[in-house]
């Protein structure tokens, strides 16, 4: 039967068509008129009306969820895409990208491990569709999780896989293809590897401008701060933390805001402006405990602990570093982190009580982590310190080794920065 035969004698053959392409909602006369014309009840529409209008509502919670994905919104995020998945009745489209979402909502709340499970899967049911842009957000996400679980060796090497399959298509994902370098450069960081890390962010610097993307400029800056820093050039750093932090201020980025004004507390520590050091970290300790995630909140304890070091504050320093070492509810490469600064923190605090086997301990605990996390720079920094706390104590042999150690670790390797 035509559409016109359908909808005759009451309704255009236009009107038939609009109500088929779901373009228009139907009234229950026309309904029951064309229902009548086939032989069947009206239910029978209204069954097929009840069937499209909960899978657009579906798209619009899915659409909804990804539009949450930022550091404040992303637990709420989490929430929804896992009452859906757990609702069942999905396709397979629908749970890869649910999937895809969960688990960048576990890479901005810091749990890595478990967005690695999830984006797992993600990435076989794309490979399954055969949706490229699918499998490539799902490749792009699992390699920042892998780095956030504390593997930024294999991290990079996803990502340079991806990257090469981004410049390879036409036309390239240019927003992906920035944001893979963003994370190459934290890689590099993260494998203390200062110099190719400025490579990768200097470029993405200028893939921002050439797009247009202003929301990424302070993670460059941060990224570019960081990577100055472990160069020793302290200048360069602060001017790239302000900036940063100018560009979260303007974004209204409460972490963001939070992250630079850590860095610019430490910067200032290193330059002995004690109080402007104190008062930057209180502002991040301040964001921190309304915004999240508990691993910031511990890397601005941590960082209160070294300032008070620096002053000569023991009590703070000591308070301090504990209270960071609490604060961390859920394992990751961030939460490590400042867990090992803290441990650091006490560790010193212990050689100053007279305490050198203790300290000594405690950084051997902190050196086994960065082992982990591959963090060669500050792997090395404490197997100096560990040579230090040997010799201090009289024992040459074993300050020799830790000597030894830190120099296999620390010298220049050749980082593969080819893209």
């Known amino acids: 039967m035509s559409q016109a035969q359908l909808g005759a004698p009451y309704f255009t053959r236009a009107h038939v068509s609009a109500i088929e392409l779901g373009k228009i909602r139907p009234a229950m006369r026309s309904l029951e ?15 097929d009306a009840d069937v499209e209008r909960a899978r657009g509502e579906r798209e619009l919670e899915i659409e909804s969820i990804a539009g949450l994905l930022t550091f404040a919104s992303a637990p709420e995020a989490l929430r929804r895409a896992e009452r859906l998945l757990d609702a069942g009745t999905l396709s397979v489209r629908d749970t890869c990208r649910l999937r895809t979402y969960a688990g960048s909502a576990l890479n901005l709340v810091h749990r890595g491990r478990e967005a690695v499970k999830t984006l797992t899967v993600a990435q076989r049911l794309a490979g399954e569709l055969g949706d490229e842009p699918l499998r ?17 060796r294999g991290a990079r090497e996803m990502l340079e896989s991806l990257l090469r399959r981004i410049e390879s298509a036409k036309p390239p994902d240019q927003l992906l293809r920035l944001r893979i370098m963003i994370t190459l450069g934290g890689c590099a960081q993260d494998m203390g590897e200062p110099q190719p890390a400025t490579t990768y962010y200097q470029q993405a ?11 990424r400029i302070a993670f460059i800056h941060q990224g ?20 940063a932090l100018a560009s979260a201020e303007f974004g209204k980025d409460l972490v963001g805001v939070l992250i630079m004004r850590n860095a610019l507390a430490v910067i200032a520590a290193d330059a002995g402006r004690i109080e402007a050091a104190y008062e930057h970290v209180a502002r991040a300790i301040e964001i921190a405990r309304v915004s999240g995630p508990a691993a910031y909140l511990a890397h601005c304890y941590a960082t209160r602990a070294e300032v008070a070091l620096k002053a000569k504050d023991g009590a703070l320093a000591r308070s301090s570093a504990e209270a960071a070492i609490a604060a961390v509810q859920e394992r990751g490469a961030d939460a490590d982190r400042a867990v090992a600064g803290a441990t650091l923190v006490l560790a010193e605090l212990d050689l100053r009580e007279g305490e050198a086997a203790q300290a000594e301990r405690r950084m051997r605990e902190v050196a086994a982590t960065y082992k982990a996390l591959d963090a060669k720079a500050e792997l090395g920094e404490v197997f100096m310190r560990l040579s230090r706390v040997a010799k201090k104590r009289g024992d040459l042999r074993a300050a020799e080794r830790y000597a030894t150690q830190a120099y296999a670790v620390s010298k220049p390797g050749s980082a593969n920065v080819d893209i």
Do not use: C
């Open 136 to 152: 490539r957000a799902a490749d792009y996400q699992l390699a920042v999780a892998t780095r956030i679980a504390g593997n930024p």
């Open 224 to 243: 570019l701060g960081n990577a100055y820093r472990a160069l020793g050039d302290h200048d360069a750093a602060a001017g790239h933390y302000q900036k």
């Open 205 to 215: 610097l200028e893939w921002s401008s050439e797009i247009g993307d202003l929301a």
């Open 33 to 47: 008129h064309m229902a009548k014309k086939l032989d069947k009840p009206a239910s029978f529409f209204l069954d």
